[in-house]
């Protein structure tokens, strides 16, 4: 076995830390996960260690299915939290893009994902993976492999670079001024 990995257990602190910055006033954070990806108890530990050291309380929602999206981002919004961190898993980020955007916008939340897909579906932010360098680079590995490597032999790899996205229609739309330091530490922003 071989390959290319997104360990949600290195990533999640980052994501919530830059959520954090965007919005600053902010002290409960909404953590929407998916509890059948293999990903989803480490992404809601390594969210909750890291809440507790940035003040955060945080109110944990899982969802399963695409009907269950708005009402939960109903009950984080019922529960006054001030932001969202949502869990990279197929469900929530390979999968239904706009339908989380719109839930996000419909009750005014400010929202963190793991892939740019959301936010050009109209999502806050991204914080993940750069997946065109993944692509280059498992692009090499299946060179290898065709020349014979064996996979065993080939080092499981972590992803290197990742890119920051923000959405500043959906800042306005939220009523939300992204702080300039973040703007600059952008990879893309989206007009």
Do not use: C
């Amino acid at each position: 076995m071989t390959g290319l990995a997104d360990i949600q257990t290195v990533i999640t602190p980052k994501r919530l830390e830059i959520l954090k910055a965007a919005v600053p006033r902010a002290t409960r954070f909404g953590l929407l996960w998916t509890p059948t990806a293999p990903s989803g108890r480490p992404f809601v530990q390594a969210a909750e260690d890291t809440g507790g050291k940035l003040g955060l309380q945080l109110l944990t929602l899982s969802v399963s299915t695409v009907a269950e999206f708005d009402g939960a981002f109903a009950k984080m919004a019922h529960d006054r939290v001030g932001a969202v961190l949502v869990h990279g898993a197929a469900l929530t980020a390979r999968h239904n893009n706009p339908l989380l955007a719109e839930a996000a916008l419909k009750h005014r939340l400010p929202t963190m994902f793991g892939v740019r897909d959301n936010v050009v579906a109209g999502g806050l932010m991204s914080y993940g993976p750069d997946h065109l360098d993944l692509t280059r680079r498992a692009a090499v590995y299946i060179d290898k492999i065709l020349k014979g490597a064996k996979p065993a032999d080939l080092p499981i790899e972590q992803a290197s670079k990742y890119q920051l996205v923000v959405n500043l229609k959906t800042a306005k739309a939220l009523g939300l001024t992204i702080p300039q330091s973040l703007l600059q530490r952008a990879d893309e922003v989206i007009q």
